[in-house]
């Protein structure tokens, strides 16, 4: 199917290469001490993927950089289960109704926490039931229970701060894009086999023209000690056990204002974007995902707004990236999903919740993206 033509005016693109939009000796860092990041890696750890077919080779300017390796324990149906590792997250999935489902903690001595009401509607919604990621605080098992009536009920336990290290190669120099100094996946942790099932790649990348950005909140807690951890989970949690083949999210910013590569996007474009200028397409508002780039920040944004610093990167990444696109931040539009021809009408810098019934980007999240847009056309 051809792709359907924009409702608003565009600049035309020109190709461009991730050398040509990252470098810039002038560039805008974002947060302090940010860890460098990378384009390519070679990793040592995992399986499924071509890296595994030959040892690490560090590339020029590149130094080694070690990762724990994510563990996962699945689980099914309600009731107890037990992880056999300190867990950072349980990731819940189940059919039938979205709400009602619950979740208890044990620590190593067996002793139980009071149950915690699981939100089925957060910001990885699912058509057909609930879903949800839920911090685990260091517990060794856990108990589920399930709304009534339902069916298909699915846990997976995650840890991603404790498991055996894996070497990344990392430059030993940041990057940007367009000024914004970013996290690449491999500066994260990203093993890039998850991108794999059954020996292929489970979610091939397809490239449409930027039309719109849409705004998110993870969900997870706020205080965040270690922000890469959160993302390794989300990641574990989007590619295997919702089966995405990949994080959701083009990228990610912390409460310090780091911003972090989401979605892979090939090598020959800069991150999200093809050497083409188009968007890869990514998993983070089912049915109006082609064309629609995704940016979620780490936490829980319904009661509490975003940090000073988390609402300046995204102010400024919004900025950068409807400059790429030639995009209008305060603009009405028409959004036309070039797959199927589907439309919806929002503003070209939106929030999740104007695409799907969600929670997310969170109430107080929801009511700044005014102030988001205007700051972001200036």
């Known amino acids: 199917m051809s792709e359907s033509p924009h409702t608003t005016t565009h600049r035309r693109k020109r190709p461009f290469s991730r050398r040509a939009v990252l470098g810039g000796a002038g560039a805008v860092a974002v947060g302090a001490g940010v860890t460098p990041a990378v384009f390519a890696v070679t990793d040592s750890g995992g399986s499924g993927g071509p890296a595994d077919d030959a040892a690490p080779q560090a590339a020029a300017g590149t130094r080694s950089e070690d990762f724990p390796e994510t563990r996962s324990a699945a689980a099914s149906g309600d009731g107890a289960a037990s ?94 894009v367009r000024g914004v100094r970013y996290l690449s996946r491999p500066a994260w942790g990203a093993d890039e086999s998850k991108r794999y099932k059954d020996g292929q790649v489970n979610s091939p990348e397809k490239y449409y023209p930027l039309q719109t950005i849409t705004v998110h909140h993870t969900d997870t807690p706020n205080g965040d000690a270690d922000p890469a951890a959160t993302i390794r989970a989300i990641y574990e949690y989007h590619a295997i056990t919702l089966d995405w083949g990949d994080i959701g999210y083009h990228f990610l910013i912390d409460e310090a204002g780091n911003v972090y590569e989401g979605r892979y996007s090939g090598e020959d474009g800069a991150p999200a974007f093809d050497g083409n200028g188009d968007l890869v397409t990514a998993f983070h508002t089912a049915g109006y995902n082609s064309g629609n780039l995704g940016i979620a920040l780490l936490g829980t944004l319904t009661d509490t707004g975003p940090t000073d610093a988390a609402k300046e990167s995204l102010v400024r990444l919004v900025k950068v990236l409807s400059l790429l696109g030639g995009l209008d931040p305060q603009a009405a539009t028409t959004f036309v999903n070039p797959v199927d021809g589907v439309t919806k009408d929002v503003t070209t810098v939106s929030g999740h919740r104007d695409w799907l019934e969600t929670d997310c980007p969170g109430q107080t999240m929801y009511d700044l993206l005014t102030e988001v847009r205007a700051a972001a056309a200036r």
């Open 83 to 176: 992880a056999g590792f300190a867990a950072s997250y349980v990731a819940l999935r189940w059919q039938g109704a979205r709400d009602g489902a619950g979740i208890r903690f044990r620590d190593g001595d067996g002793a139980a926490d009071g149950w915690r009401t699981v939100r089925g509607g957060g910001c990885a919604a699912v058509e057909d039931g609930g879903t949800a990621l839920v911090a685990a605080g260091a517990a060794t098992a856990y108990e589920v229970t399930a709304p009534a009536s339902a069916t298909d009920i699915r846990s997976v336990a995650i840890d991603t701060t404790d498991g055996p290290s894996r070497g990344v190669e990392v430059p030993s120099e940041p990057t940007r």
